[in-house]
Structure formats: C-alpha cells, structure tokens
C-alpha cells in the first residue's frame, strides 16, 4: 500500500455518481435505522412533529425553523452516529481518544436537541 489508494468510486463522475451517492444514502438511512435506537426514536419524534409544525400558528418562517430544526436533529445524529461506528471498527477497547471522539459526537446531538427545543418553544410561546 502507497498510502495514497483512494476508494474505486471515486472517479464516478455526473450522473453515474448522483445515482451511486443516493443508493448509498438510502443504504445509510436503512443501516441506522436497523442499527440505532437513538436514530429509530428521533425519526419518531420526525414523523410527529414535523406534520405538528403546519398545524402551529405562525408563518412560512416559524415553520421553516421548526422543521429545520428537526431535520438538523436527525443529520447530527447521522454525523454521531457514522463517528461511532468508526470508532468502534478501529477498537472496541477504551481509550482516550475514542472516548473523546464519542463525547464530541454526542454533544453534538444535545445542542441539535436544544436547539429544536428552544425553537419550538419560542414559536409556540414566544
């Protein structure tokens, strides 16, 4: 190995690379949402609350926030939980940087949270 293989995907380019890019997305959704209880409970909280954000007065733009916010939730759990499984492919042991990478991660999806709750609250009581 030269250290600089790169993946054979790679020089997919166009359409050819569109078409592999959004099977491989599907694919990431079906593996989290076999794999990641976190995920399986946030695409729940989805499926409830972005209907719940036509229903909320306000306008475009209040609505546009709430289910951003939503979205943005479940992206950063995606991100946590790629950083995850990375992590536990190179060692199942603990160590300080994997316990670190995991912390990050997870931070990360608690101020997606606090996010979506701090929108949701200030359209609706603010």
Do not use: C
């Amino acid at each position: 190995m030269s250290g600089h293989e790169e993946s054979p995907f790679k020089g997919k380019t166009g359409l050819t690379r569109l078409w592999n890019a959004f099977f491989y997305s599907i694919d990431g959704f079906k593996a989290a949402y076999r794999h990641e209880d976190a995920f399986r409970q946030e695409v729940l909280l989805a499926v409830v609350l972005i209907p719940a954000a036509f229903f909320v007065s306000g306008g475009a733009i209040e609505r546009a926030l709430m289910i951003g916010s939503v979205l943005l939730l479940l992206i950063v759990e995606l991100i946590n939980s790629a950083i995850e499984a990375t992590v536990d492919r190179i060692s199942l042991k603990d160590h300080v940087l994997a316990k670190r990478a995991k912390d990050i991660g997870s931070a990360s999806v608690l101020k997606a949270i606090i996010l979506m709750v701090t929108v949701w609250g200030l359209v609706i009581f603010g």
